[in-house]
């Protein structure tokens, strides 16, 4: 009976153990956002951490967004050690390239591996470590550019038991967003392949194109200068800030579908970020995102939704242009432009709000090199006393020149809108100046035929060089030459791409204030 017992005993014992060592190796990955909030911190409450969040098998690489480890332990205050490996089975040696592992509730998750202890929770024993996503997809010397996702591993020992756990990661590239310009829509980018186009999209990346063409003519009760009608606006003629809201919540939504598998792994993953890609007022738009007061919210763990942004023929520094269709002068060329609901606004009075707010033009104004700025472009600038809320955008500038070929089919080639301007408004010192020898002197020479040059990489130097493009669709419309600045032909949709590619630690990028 005695050796029955004893038996029994042992048996029972093995059981324990095997339970104790099986609940140690029960393991979750979770995205904390946004159950496991305290304001823009993870939380630190175990019963929270225990049963809350959202299982992720995968993380975007964009440096902020987290997953919460959670493990099983066989008792409080068991000793555990997490370890991040990476993709050559070796204990990770660059939190940039891998990412980085800490404890819950630590100010800063920056190591390789960590110690901690297990806490006791209302389901039971648990460890908990946090791990933030690589700073980029992309590593340094391109081995990474034609993927769309890989992986690390995290490691976990328990002292307590022979539990030694591994599980893997699996990193994806931030979701792109596509923000159009000035007067501009979402089928601005139907050419921007191969990153975007109605012919299919690279499938290394998930692309999303944000859309502030919505219309607010009923809206305005006044405009500056004024028109006859406006019934036909859109937001895209309203300045930076009023649309930065707006592009702000799109990219949020973005995300959020994007985190629930709307990716190219097709998994569920902890995102907090986008990579932008801005053309013309789009960019500043995008620039201008730091400045509202919601946009370092909890759900973005205080940095903003915005991890790198590309902008594409931006006006950093204005346009002369700008100035001139709100000059008294060149009224006729501006309320010509208006036939087409492309209004010239400097500031707008909205009815239901009973407030003025400022006009794309007003906000693009600037000579292109730095003066007679605008309060929105200063507002831009370093030694602006206007706070941002989070670090600013890391930023790079692809830039268009058009070629004396493209000028000169002003007169070689004119188009009907062309002709009716220079016919129609021939006291207008604008339609006067479209001529393939004015027009230059207009825009100081080098120029997309809308944005000087220097403008457009903001005085400081290109990320690839310079397209032979024109603006936009409308610079055609115009009368200048083919092709525009996201026509595929310009190589634009590749060097996008190939910054897509470019760690954020590369000195192409600049932190602009």
């Given at each position: 009976m005695r050796t029955l017992l004893a038996i029994v005993f042992a048996a029972l014992t093995l059981l324990t153990i095997c339970a104790h060592r099986a609940a140690a190796a029960s393991?979750?990955?979770?995205?904390?956002?946004?159950?496991?909030?305290?304001?823009?911190?993870?939380?630190?409450d175990p019963n929270a951490l225990a049963t809350g969040g959202t299982a992720v098998q995968g993380v975007a690489a964009e440096g902020v967004a987290e997953i919460v480890l959670r493990v099983t332990a066989s008792a409080a205050n068991e000793s555990f050690t997490f370890t991040v490996i990476n993709d050559q089975n070796q204990p990770s040696t660059s939190i940039n390239d891998d990412g980085a592992i800490g404890a819950a509730g630590s100010p800063t998750i920056d190591q390789s591996s960590v110690n901690l202890?297990?806490?006791?929770?209302?389901?039971?024993?648990?460890?908990?470590?946090?791990?933030?996503?690589?700073?980029?997809?992309?590593?340094?010397?391109?081995?990474?550019?034609?993927?769309?996702?890989?992986?690390?591993?995290?490691?976990w020992t328990a002292s307590n038991s022979a539990d030694n756990s591994s599980t893997q990661v699996t990193i994806i590239r931030p979701l792109v967003a596509l923000v159009h310009g000035l007067w501009g829509e979402p089928s601005d980018w139907n050419d921007f392949g191969p990153l975007y186009s109605t012919a299919g999209n690279d499938p290394r990346f998930a692309v999303r194109t944000a859309d502030y063409s919505f219309d607010i003519g009923e809206s305005l009760a006044s405009t500056t200068p004024s028109y006859d009608i406006v019934g036909g606006a859109k937001a895209n003629s309203l300045g930076f800030a009023y649309n930065a809201g707006q592009v702000a919540q799109q990219i949020d939504s973005f995300v959020a579908a994007f985190k629930a598998g709307a990716n190219p792994a097709g998994i569920a993953v902890a995102a907090v970020q986008a990579d932008v890609v801005g053309h013309s007022m789009g960019g500043d738009v995008t620039r201008t995102m730091p400045l509202l007061e919601n946009f370092a919210s909890a759900t973005t763990l205080g940095q903003g939704n915005v991890h790198k942004l590309v902008t594409v023929d931006t006006p950093h520094l204005g346009s002369p242009l700008a100035l001139a269709l709100l000059a008294n002068a060149n009224e006729c060329a501006r309320d010509t432009l208006a036939t087409d609901d492309l209004y010239s606004f400097e500031s707008v009075t909205i009815d239901e709000l009973n407030i003025i707010i400022s006009g794309a033009m007003g906000d693009l104004s600037g000579n292109g090199a730095g003066g007679a700025l605008s309060y929105a472009l200063a507002a831009l600038q370093p030694g602006s006393s206007i706070p941002i809320f989070t670090p600013q955008i890391p930023t790079a500038y692809i830039a268009g020149v058009m070629s004396q070929t493209q000028l000169n089919d002003l007169t070689t080639n004119p188009t009907l809108t062309e002709e009716f301007l220079t016919s129609w408004c021939s006291d207008d010192p604008l339609a006067q100046d479209l001529t393939p020898q004015k027009w230059p002197n207009l825009l100081s020479n080098q120029s997309d035929a809308i944005v000087p040059y220097t403008s457009q990489v903001n005085n400081a130097s290109p990320a690839a060089t310079p397209a032979a493009a024109v603006h936009s669709g409308g610079a055609e419309t115009l009368g200048f030459g083919a092709p525009d600045a996201l026509d595929s032909v310009t190589g634009n949709p590749d060097a996008v791409i190939n910054l897509l590619n470019t760690p954020i630690t590369d000195s192409v990028w600049t932190v602009l204030r």
């Open positions: 393991f979750a990955m979770i995205d904390p956002v946004p159950d496991l909030l305290n304001g823009p911190a993870i939380t630190t202890a297990s806490v006791s929770t209302s389901t039971g024993p648990m460890a908990f470590a946090i791990y933030r996503a690589p700073l980029d997809f992309a590593r340094a010397g391109g081995g990474d550019d034609s993927l769309t996702q890989r992986a690390i591993t995290i490691q």
